[in-house]
């Protein structure tokens, strides 16, 4: 009979893919954040679902059971509550129910790291509530487009009060003034200094 393995070998079997996805997670951040334009509330839920489908396929590849009664039903579910919250009239309550639905994506992911990691239902509890505090402030740190129009409103004043241009992205809330280019000039109109060609 072979000899039992050692509890450090036990560990490091489990844990090897654990930390492999870590490190894959890890190295696509950076690529997530240097992203041209910034994450919308939707994209921050998807990589919510995503962080929880792929934690958990991870533990039931190490041999973990499903807690969830519903088990892989649950993920329509996801997207179906995702595309109700979506559908929301109101930007600021759209944005809150999106806020705490991505929290519980996170949270749920957090959890099953800390669980195939530690094995500590206590601990996988404040894992949870971290990763939902994490979602959650994620996507509240989204302006909407109201908040994102009130930042710029005193810029937009100026320029209209000077007769200049200034622009906002509401994709990343930035504005900018511009100086109006020959094209946006209708060609009958009369400029500042000009003699309508007489």
């Not at 396929?57 to 109700?84: C, D, H």
């Not at 994620?138 to 000077?162: F, N, W, Y």
């Amino acid at each position: 009979m072979p000899p039992a393995p050692r509890a450090e070998e036990v560990g490091m079997k489990l844990l090897s893919p654990l930390l492999s996805s870590l490190v894959a997670l890890t190295l696509a951040s950076p690529a997530m954040a240097e992203s041209p334009t910034p994450p919308t509330a939707s994209d921050v839920a998807n990589q919510g679902i995503a962080a929880d489908i792929g934690t958990t396929a991870l533990g039931l590849s190490m041999g973990a059971a499903e807690a969830n009664p519903l088990g892989l039903l649950v993920l329509p579910l996801k997207f179906l509550v995702k595309a109700q919250i979506e559908k929301i009239a109101d930007e600021n309550e759209r944005r809150d129910g999106m806020a705490m639905f991505t929290g519980v994506q996170f949270g749920a992911a957090a959890a099953n790291i800390c669980t195939l990691a530690l094995a500590n239902p206590a601990i996988a509890i404040a894992c949870m509530a971290g990763g939902a505090i994490y979602g959650y402030n994620k996507v509240k740190s989204i302006p909407t487009q109201g908040e994102c129009l009130a930042t710029h409103r005193a810029k937009m004043e100026d320029a209209a009060a000077t007769g200049r241009i200034y622009r906002v992205s509401l994709k990343d809330c930035k504005g900018s003034f511009a100086e109006p280019t020959w094209a946006q000039v209708p060609a009958d109109a009369v400029l500042v200094g000009d003699s309508g060609g007489k």
